[in-house]
Structures are given as C-alpha cells and as structure tokens.
C-alpha cells in the first residue's frame, strides 16, 4: 500500500515539476507586428495612417486553421508530458528491478514505448502543420 502511494505522489509530483514551465511560458508579451508583417501575412495596408488590417475573405480558413494547430499543441503537450512520465517511471522501475528478467525487460518495453511515442507525436506535428499548410 505504501508503494502504490510513493508511485502515486511521485507520478503527480513529476507531472506538476513539467508542467510548470509550460503554464509559466503563458504570459510573455509579444510585440506588435510591423506593417510588413502584416502584409506578409495577407493583411491590408492603409496609406494614409500606416496600419493594416486583417483580410476578412479567408477569415474562416484562418480560424479552422487556428483551432486545429491550437488543438494539435494541447494534444501534443498532454502525449509529450504522459510520455516524460513513463520514461521516469521506467526508469525507476528498471533500477528497482533487483536483477529480475521480467522486470528489467517490462521496465525496458517502458521506457521504450514511451520513446516510441514521443516519436509518433513529433511526427504528428510535422505532418498535420505540412497538411495545413498546403490546403489552407
């Protein structure tokens, strides 16, 4: 009982230490775009005080385009923290095994399923922003 508890708050612990830098990431300013930024990225200009605005003919595609690379980044944070998770606890796992077989190759399947999918995840993002970029 005892053991499934320090897995229990070890777990949670690692979890919250990875987790903050990401949270803490979350409130840096970022600088307003140059009127050539704008422009590159469709806006128009307006001569006489400078500025741009948005080019409202493609708003909807922007905003699928948006919501799924937002919903892909989540995704990815959530499957990328999962995966640190199990690698530590294979780890751990793979130290305490004593020199058992079956625990030193169930530790091992651990830690490398969980490279594994961290893998498949980075080339998710590749694939899903190359896709979004061609169609959009």
């Known amino acids: 009982m005892i053991q499934k508890i320090k897995k229990i708050v070890l777990t949670l612990s690692s979890l919250f230490v990875f ?28 001569l006489e005080t400078a500025t741009c605005t948005k080019d409202t003919a493609n ?14 980044n989540v995704l990815s944070i959530v499957v990328g923290v999962a995966a ?20 030193v190759t169930s530790a091992k399947n651990n830690i490398l399923y969980a490279l ?10 590749v694939i899903v922003r190359f896709v979004l970029n061609k169609t959009l």
């Open 84 to 103: 640190v998770v199990m690698i530590i606890v294979g780890g751990f796992r793979y130290i305490a095994s004593g020199g058992k077989q079956e625990s």
């Open 19 to 46: 987790s903050v830098p990401l949270v803490a990431t979350g409130g840096v300013a970022v600088a307003a775009p140059t009127v050539e930024e704008c422009l590159a990225q469709g806006a128009r200009l307006d």
């Open 116 to 125: 594994i999918g961290l893998i498949i995840v980075a080339l998710a993002q």
């Open 59 to 72: 708003v909807g595609g922007k905003r699928l385009t948006d919501f799924i690379a937002s919903a892909l």
